[in-house]
């Protein structure tokens, strides 16, 4: 058995050491935690159990560091929560590390084991030690489009290269694209989802095609890469990020904060639940799940772990993969506090806003959620940028001919001042025309009705 050392409460995650792997993960209702270390992506059993006593704790953080292991080894958790109704205890069912940069495990990876708080130890996802070296700027240094300058082309990764080498991975296929973008005159390209989600999360049978359900938020989703292991598909991804920097694209994300894969309290137990629900979800008093993102759940935050959690899978993917931007699917229910109620300055845009590692990155979100709440003007954060259906909306009857619509249309490409003109401040709209909601581009000008 390896040596165990208490380890740091820093960095989250797994990071290498000069000796092995630290690992550190927030459960703040646990009363023991285990680390389980596999010999293999799809062994059905660990080959080693390390068992976290009080000694390995600081605060809400767990932390060990296990001496001579390496980038590439293959671990996952199983925590017992303590006796005090706080938290559901789901220690029999295997925990994937929420901040972990490489998932593996789906080849034996069975969901429906994953709902009955059963032994799923031979069907369970697992994370992978993945190296954090920063993205190579000074070779592939950032576009930095201006706002007035930016065209974004949105594109699903998998639906924009279907129809090319099948035998090779998306972003592999996408990179013969490329020219075609170049020749459209777009400056960003902003994909949907490419965060790890499971493609078993869909109803009747069907397969999850379009990833707005994450697993993980630092995961590149491994059925769009080769898939070889977790460090080539991250190498993979900053190709990919490489060669659009090359030609000055920038690349923008759409990211899922608002709600995670595990639903309400009949979904599954795949990571945040199963480590500290009462901390990562909105429960009431009676512990149901609340839920404003219309899929079971809603994440709390507005709570200062959870902020660092989301901020940190940020700072990965803009610092590590040298993404540009990112677009918050319902970003407006980042803004909600306890009891779902809207906070009139939320913490979570102050973090980002305030943070020097994320200062030149583009923040895109759209004003509602699924619970009516809608800010476009007034969105709480000083650097986001919001879509504005507005503009979508008015354009389209313009285009249809409909009656007393050239005013509007007027207000729009001036900016839409009339819904951003706010003491004075610059419009922060994005003019969208169409996206993944709704009408195709030639449907949009073609259908009246």
């Known amino acids: 058995m390896n040596d165990i050392k208490v380890g740091n409460p820093l960095p989250l995650g797994s990071s290498i050491t000069s000796e092995g792997v630290n690992f550190s993960l927030v459960a703040t209702n646990a009363e023991y935690i285990e680390i389980l270390l596999f010999e293999k992506e799809d062994a059905v059993a660990p080959k080693t159990i390390y068992k976290l006593d009080p000694t390995h704790k600081t605060g809400p953080y767990w932390h060990a560091e296990i001496n001579n292991l390496e980038e590439g080894s293959i671990y996952a958790f199983r925590i017992k929560q303590k006796d005090n109704e706080i938290n559901k205890d789901h220690s029999k069912t295997v925990l994937i590390d929420p901040c972990s940069r490489g998932i593996t495990g789906w080849s034996k990876y069975k969901r429906k084991n994953t709902l009955n708080d059963i032994d799923n130890i031979d069907s369970c996802l697992k994370s992978v030690v993945c190296d954090r070296k920063l993205f190579n700027f000074k070779d592939f240094p950032r576009p930095k489009h201006s706002w007035k300058e930016t065209i974004i082309y949105e594109l699903h990764i998998k639906?924009?290269?279907?129809?090319?080498?099948?035998?090779?991975?998306?972003?592999?296929?996408?990179l013969k694209k490329i020219p075609h973008l170049k020749e459209l005159g777009i400056t960003s390209v902003e994909l949907l989802p490419v965060f790890c989600f499971d493609p078993n999360d869909a109803p009747n049978g069907l397969n999850n095609f379009w990833g707005y359900s994450p697993v993980n938020w630092f995961t590149p989703h491994f059925q769009y890469l080769s898939n070889k292991s977790a460090k080539q598909n991250r190498e993979?991804?900053?190709?990919?990020?490489?060669?659009?920097?090359?030609?000055?694209i920038e690349v923008i994300l759409d990211v899922v904060y608002n709600h995670t894969s595990e639903g309400d309290n009949k979904g599954p137990v795949i990571s945040w639940k199963g480590i500290d629900e009462n901390l990562y979800y909105f429960l009431d008093k009676d512990k149901n799940y609340q839920d404003?993102?219309?899929?079971?759940?809603?994440i709390a935050a507005n709570r200062g772990l959870v902020r660092k959690l989301i901020v940190e899978s940020l700072k990965c993917w803009a610092n590590e993969l040298g993404v540009d931007g990112f677009r918050f699917d319902l970003g407006i229910a980042l803004s909600r506090g306890e009891d779902l109620v809207p906070l009139e300055n939320p913490p979570i845009f102050e973090d980002i806003e305030c943070d020097p590692e994320l200062i030149d990155i583009k923040f895109i979100s759209e004003p509602w959620d699924c619970g009516g709440l809608y800010k476009l003007k007034d969105f709480p954060s000083k650097?986001?940028?919001?879509?504005?259906g507005h503009f979508r909306d008015d354009l389209r009857r313009f285009w249809k001919g409909d009656k007393d619509t050239a005013w509007k249309m007027s207000d729009k490409i001036?900016?839409?001042?009339?819904?951003?003109?706010?003491?004075?401040?610059?419009?922060?709209?994005?003019n969208f025309i169409t996206s993944h909601d709704g009408f195709t581009l030639k449907d949009l000008v073609t259908f009246n009705k």
């Open 383 to 388: 650097k986001t940028f919001t879509w504005n």
């Open 159 to 174: 639906a924009f290269t279907q129809s090319s080498n099948q035998e090779e991975s998306c972003f592999k296929n996408f």
């Open 236 to 248: 993979e991804f900053r190709k990919f990020v490489e060669e659009c920097h090359k030609v000055d």
């Open 292 to 298: 404003v993102s219309g899929c079971g759940n809603t």
């Open 414 to 430: 001036k900016g839409s001042p009339s819904h951003y003109k706010d003491n004075n401040s610059l419009p922060k709209s994005i």
